[in-house]
């Protein structure tokens, strides 16, 4: 009988959705322990009243790749003609959470400084953009940027300092917000944490985290165990970020108080393959945010018709700002 204390704690994901580790990206990072004066040992905030918290994920939806050809250039130009969508859930508030923003964009991008026009195909409508590099990754990094900018600017539109805001994800796009914010990473895909400060997450339970450390010079981090899964190792363990520009004791403030809320919104592993870091109100979004964008099918038989008559242009004007909806300005 193997002995008991040399036991595994193994996570098993869905392959769906890629691994949980991902060893080709375990390099090491620019990452300083020395943050947070405390010793190097799991923390438990101290409990707080609940308040309320905006969760905030976006999506993407590639509906066709291109390949445009110009008579005069015997160089074809890659294309891609996509959606985009940002939703904001809001908890803590009242019984129940609910779904208060959504929006969502189309776009068709092509390499190099010109813009590629789409003409409208139904109801499907492709906004014009230009700026992608001639690499093969330029396309797929604009279709990320302007996700990211859409839930970047959902944060703002929501920010108040009695509300916590977590966006699903890394704090990519950092800047000054005028509300409390966090990052909520569910994927793993560098280890900042190795040695005696690695094993310190692995004994961290529920509701406790890390002392703060510091990623590059624009973040700082923690980590923290949301139940479901057992309390041992790296299962259910979530990587929060918070703006290095707020200072130490702003960020501590937000890690205690995402140490303490958030493992109310675990996911559950019956109902979510990706639970718990997947939390409910994310998983409620991303599938109001699928149905929004629409059936993919459709979108690439309209890309098909609105190819016939597409054109290029040398330049194409900025992307507009989302609409705000009075009724949603009000309820801000």
């Known amino acids: ?11 098993v994901a869905d392959p769906g959705y890629g691994p949980g580790l991902d060893a080709s990206e375990m390099d090491a990072a620019d990452v300083r322990t020395d943050v947070e004066p405390v010793a190097w040992a799991p923390l438990r905030p101290r409990a707080r009243p609940a308040g309320e918290l905006l969760f905030i994920d976006g999506a993407q939806q590639i509906e066709a790749w291109l390949t445009v050809s110009q008579a005069d250039d015997p160089r074809p130009l890659a294309g891609v003609a996509f959606a985009v969508a940002a939703g904001a859930v809001r908890a803590g508030h009242g019984d ?29 409508r492709w906004d014009p953009r230009a700026g992608s590099g001639r690499d093969p990754f330029a396309l797929a990094r604009r279709v990320g940027q302007m996700r990211g900018e859409l839930e970047l600017q959902l944060a703002e539109r929501w920010a108040s300092p009695e509300r916590l805001i977590v966006l699903d994800g890394r704090l990519s796009f950092v800047r000054d917000t005028h509300g409390p914010v966090v990052g909520a990473v569910k994927s793993h895909h560098r280890i900042y944490l190795e040695g005696e400060y690695g094993m310190v997450v692995s004994r961290l339970a529920v509701g406790e985290r890390t002392p703060l450390f510091a990623i590059g010079e624009d973040r700082l981090s923690w980590y923290q165990r949301l139940p479901g899964v057992g309390e041992g190792g790296w299962a259910g363990i979530l990587r929060g970020e918070a703006p290095r520009a707020l200072g130490l004791e702003a960020a501590r403030t937000l890690a205690d108080r995402a140490t303490a809320e958030l493992p109310r919104y ?12 997947n939390m409910v109100p994310i998983m409620t979004l991303e599938g109001r945010l699928r149905h929004r964008m629409g059936d993919r099918k459709l979108a ?21 700002p989302l609409p705000v909806p009075a009724a949603l300005t009000a309820a801000a």
């Open 1 to 11: 009988m193997p002995d008991p204390s040399s036991r595994l704690s193994i996570h």
């Open 96 to 124: 129940r959470a609910e779904v208060v923003d959504l929006h969502v964009r189309r776009a068709a991008i092509c390499e190099g400084d010109r813009c590629l026009h789409l003409p409208p195909a139904g109801a499907f």
């Open 300 to 320: 690439l038989r309209a890309v098909r018709q609105a190819a016939a008559g597409a054109w290029l242009e040398d330049a194409a004007p900025d992307a507009a």
């Open 266 to 277: 675990a996911g559950r592993p019956h109902r979510d393959p990706r639970a718990p870091q």
